[in-house]
């Protein structure tokens, strides 16, 4: 709707063209880079020679593309950001739902999702406006704090489920070494143990880790309570 000054749907190619002219509208507002939610968080970096240093790159064995496990890992981050990687400046927000334009979904089998392809064109050019009156009047501010407690939830939310995964009864050794394999491959080049030795040492490292998710039971139907 900014970009291009469009309600519709664009083709689902060209990324890097729209990406491109993002950038290049955002030049006069000094805009580093725009994150978006497509299937998961997307984060696109302007230029990427000012404010990084590049410290090493190693590349991901080559391997088929699990669809699975991409899902799984973009649906971890659904209901936030940890580690405080974003801030949200909410006294300079603009959303669609702040006005009085119709959001009706033309697509009767998803009609529960919002869409501005039915809005009237003064409403969107009023979002527009005021969009470009908030990048233009915004105080930049930059928070050089480490969320360390946020840094351990991203690491506990990334593996925990994993952990109890892998050492369930019903769970193979090559089962196991997909799972291994998606998450440390740019770790480790080793050859898995036999797969109850691996469990046994699985076992052993969930008792000393001791996270506090591994206390649930799962999340309760809403007609339900969970015990303490």
Same mark, same amino acid.
């Given at each position: ?111 529960? $999702?919002?869409?501005?392809? =039915?809005?009237? /064109? ?7 406006? %005021? *969009?470009?009156?908030? !990048? ?50 740019? $770790?480790?080049?080793?050859? =898995?143990?036999? /797969? ?7 076992? %052993? *490292?969930?008792?000393? !880790? ?19």
């Amino acid at each position: 709707m900014v970009l291009r000054n469009k309600t519709g749907n664009d083709p689902p190619w060209g990324e890097y063209e729209r990406a491109e002219e993002l950038c290049e509208l955002g030049t006069k507002w000094d805009i580093e880079g725009f994150i978006r939610l497509e299937a998961g968080f997307e984060l696109i970096l302007c230029n990427f020679t000012n404010g990084l240093e590049f410290k090493s790159a190693r590349r991901r064995p080559k391997q088929d593309p699990n669809q699975f496990e991409y899902m799984r890992a973009v649906a971890a981050r659904y209901q936030g950001i940890t580690a405080g990687r974003v801030e949200v400046d909410y006294s300079s927000m603009v959303s669609a739902f702040f006005y009085p334009i119709n959001l009706t979904n033309p697509n009767p089998k998803r009609a529960e $999702l919002p869409r501005l392809v =039915s809005s009237e /064109v003064g409403g969107v050019r009023h979002i527009q406006e %005021d *969009l470009e009156i908030v !990048l233009e009047s915004s105080q930049r501010f930059s928070n050089e704090r480490i969320d360390w407690q946020g840094v351990v939830d991203m690491i506990v939310t990334r593996y925990s489920d994993r952990l109890q995964y892998m050492v369930l009864e019903t769970t193979t050794q090559e089962e196991i070494q997909a799972t291994v394999s998606t998450l440390l491959s740019l $770790l480790i080049e080793e050859e =898995s143990p036999a /797969v109850e030795t691996a469990k046994l040492e699985m076992k %052993d *490292l969930i008792a000393y !880790l001791d996270w506090s998710t591994w206390l649930e039971c799962g999340k309760c139907a809403y007609d339900e309570l969970q015990e303490q």
